[in-house]
């Protein structure tokens, strides 16, 4: 008996730090994964942002790629332009357009 | 070596249809005769459209067409078109207005009518206008041959260059998509753990890349494509034929034959003092090294009538002579005159 009770004593507080321990850690593996996300989700945003400016920077006056071109793939880009407008019109919440962006259930 | 020769190297090294022959010349040189030559002497083998991007819109008045911009049967297998620049580039900023209303609605700060304004004066709009149109020819499988009768040479040969232009772009952007769709891919991967490397775009860049390596192939192939260059023999229109010749090869070709126009017969041509300058532009020409066998160079002489209609042309045509004659004729007139 004492000695269950000991080892309830000492197993106790254990498991307590062994799941706080697994707590801890899946926090940081998400925040890990969730910083990384970010890193990347900023990135891809500037390159879309990149991708966008340059096919449709001639309107705007800057003189890049030529117009025939811009229009041939204007119809494939409707929907990443309506994301970036978006993005534009709601302000900081980048990640959150991105998601939307995206499809599916986030 | 005549006119007809010049026609039949064309049959010859033609290998698929159509096969386009593009006249290039100076302004004012006979680019438009010498078309309407040329494409008259193929119609006898082949079905022919003969096309004048020229803006002169001379070819309407020579085979007395209707209107500009409407195939017409000439004369049996003979067929021609006026191409309208204007007609064409309403098209396109029309298409290109479109677009943007359906892609951009919230862009209020730009009107419309504003944007197809500068659309059609940006630099290289026009280029890119007879490019889509040339692009269309080189797909129109109903003729046998297509006869070319070209804009200024500056305006063309940038057209020419054109498909290279595009590729470059193109490449630029294929390496810019690749590396968003790679990341696309990597963020779904760890958010939702499933992945979608498919990418719509980046399938259209390919195609379109395909599209104008295949087109700057075709431009450039002996094959599907003969040049014939144009000139009076006077000391411009002959520099423009140089240049002209360094640019196509430049692109990976040489042009077929080389047509000297409007030579005036050499006791004329020394009682009006010019014989010394029209015998220094042919030895010009004749210099100009053609790195195939079929390059053909030869004269036509000057016609008492210009050759303003089809029957007129078929007169002059006959006037052709090698090149080279026409120079034992002037050192003969220099040194006895
Ligand atoms: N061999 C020739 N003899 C006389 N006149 C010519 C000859 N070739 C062309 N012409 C005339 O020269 C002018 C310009 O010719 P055209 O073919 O319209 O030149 P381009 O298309 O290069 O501007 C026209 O009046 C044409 O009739
Ligand atoms: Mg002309």
Known sequence: ?106 | MTLEDLAHAIINVAKDKPHIVTVIGKGGVGKTTVSIMIADILSKKGKVLLVSLDQAMHLLKYLSLRRAHVVERVDGELYAIQFDLETEARKFTGEYSLLLRQIMPGLKVLNVEKVTDVVRNSPGFEEEVYLRFLSKLYDDDRYDYIVIDTPPTGVTLRILNLPRMYMFWLDNLIELRERIVGLRYAIQRVIRGRAEMRDEVLDKLYEMKENYVKLAGMITDQGRTSYILVATPEPLPVYEVKKTINVLRELGTEPVGIVVNKVIPWELAGKMGISGVQLESIMDVDAIKCRTSTCIKIAILMNEKPPDTLEKAREAMVKTIPLSATIKHGYRSQSSG
């Open chain 1, 1 to 106: 008996m004492v000695g269950s009770m000991g080892i309830k004593w000492i197993l106790d507080p254990l498991k307590n730090v062994v799941s706080e321990l697994a707590k801890l850690m899946e926090g940081m593996r998400q925040s890990i994964k969730e910083q990384s996300v970010e890193v990347l989700q900023l990135e891809y945003l500037e390159l879309e942002n990149a991708f966008l400016t340059i096919i449709f920077g001639g309107l705007v006056g800057m003189p890049l790629m030529p117009l025939g071109l811009s229009m041939e793939l204007a119809p494939y880009l409707m929907e990443e332009v309506r994301f970036l407008e978006s993005r534009h019109a709601r302000g900081k919440d980048t990640i959150g357009d991105f998601f939307s962006s995206m499809g599916g259930e986030w």
